[in-house]
């Protein structure tokens, strides 16, 4: 009978000690981390210390963030052409300040892309850069941009509004035709050229 109220004595003071263990435990306050440059990406050199996004490679982000630096060191100054053509689950995308130039076709079609973030450092978005991407609402083109190619935007049917920077001086032939969405676009004097059908179809534009 004492070693069975012993063991129970014994039994109840590491309950006792571990229920005060558990107690004294702080939370969890590891912060959440800052989301990084998606892996996977191809690129090819320049041979300069520069490169080119090629692709989405083995990157399965469906918010791709890319990088400024390559993993192999190069510093990333462009997006190919047709890098991410036809791309399916490409959510969003954000395209760093070092970026000098968005290639022809570059997303073309990528139909479930929603957001873009384009850094300040982008001078160029090229033709039908983001032609026929229907989900596409929300995109700030940067200060630094010059000149937006021909059909970059065409066909971007759930884009409602934009707002052409100052630094843009020319904007390419049907660059919004068919953004059917497109109610209003804010146009700096500072563009010299706007080539033929720019517009042309976009058919709820009330404000320009």
């Known amino acids: 009978m004492k070693k069975v109220l012993l063991f129970a004595s014994i039994l109840m003071v590491l309950v006792v000690f571990f ?26 050199s320049n041979g300069d210390g520069t490169c080119v996004v090629k692709g989405r490679g083995t990157c399965k982000d469906v918010n791709v963030r890319i990088p400024a630096i390559s993993p192999t060191g190069d510093r990333v100054t462009s997006i190919g052409k047709d890098a991410f053509y036809y791309e ?49 609402s929300t995109i700030v083109i940067p200060d630094s941009v010059t000149s937006i190619g021909s059909s970059a935007f065409k066909d971007c049917s759930s884009l409602s509004t934009i707002v052409i920077p100052d630094s843009v001086t020319s904007i390419g032939s049907e660059a919004f035709s068919g953004c059917s969405s497109l109610s209003a676009i804010d146009i700096s004097d500072s563009v010299t050229s706007i080539d033929r059908a720019t517009f042309s179809g976009c058919s709820s534009l009330s404000t320009i």
């Open 88 to 136: 399916f689950r490409l959510f969003s995308i954000e395209i760093p300040g070092s970026v000098a130039s968005i290639g022809e076709d570059a997303f073309a079609n990528c139909q479930d892309l929603i957001t873009v973030v384009i850094s300040d450092g982008v001078t160029t978005i090229g033709s039908s850069a983001f032609k026929d991407c229907s989900s596409l």
């Open 19 to 44: 229920a005060a263990c558990n107690h004294n435990t702080p939370p969890d306050e590891t912060e959440p981390t800052e989301p990084t440059e998606s892996i996977g990406l191809e690129f090819v």
